[in-house]
């Protein structure tokens, strides 16, 4: 069983930077493929972003490629989603995902967090 809880979220005004943390309770954090997705009110949950087990392969939505950077630390067992130049439209509850499969995609993921506020002004 995985456990994910992540922290950071908050309000910034736009053009401004958040760092997004995910803490996994888990024995091998290297074993799981990490992702963060996020869901504004209204709307389906989409994906952000996700990192291999490695943390070499990056793959990121079009939509916050050049903005959002992710990164993992495994002996920490800590995802981060460090989010700059935000937007209004970055508004949305970011979760944070991992799954076993070695694909580093927006599909398949097993275990997911509760989610983190983030709200960008104007």
């Known amino acids: 069983q995985v456990q994910l809880v992540e922290s950071g979220g908050g309000l910034v005004q736009a053009g401004g930077s958040l760092r997004l943390s995910c803490a996994a309770s888990?024995?091998?954090?290297?074993?799981?493929?990490m992702g963060w997705f996020r869901q504004a009110p209204g709307k389906e949950r989409e994906f952000a972003a996700a990192?291999?087990?490695?943390?070499?392969?990056?793959y990121y939505a079009d939509s916050v490629k050049g903005r959002f950077t992710i990164s993992r630390d495994n002996a920490k067992n800590t995802v981060y989603l460090q989010m700059n130049s935000l937007k209004p439209e970055d508004t949305a509850v970011y979760y944070c995902?991992?799954?076993?499969?070695?694909?580093?995609?927006?599909?398949?993921?097993?275990?997911w967090g509760q989610g983190t506020q983030v709200t960008v002004s104007s």
């Open positions: 995902a991992a799954k076993t499969s070695p694909y580093v995609d927006r599909i398949d993921y097993d275990y």
């Open positions: 888990v024995r091998t954090f290297s074993n799981y493929v």
């Open positions: 990192i291999s087990w490695s943390g070499i392969t990056t």
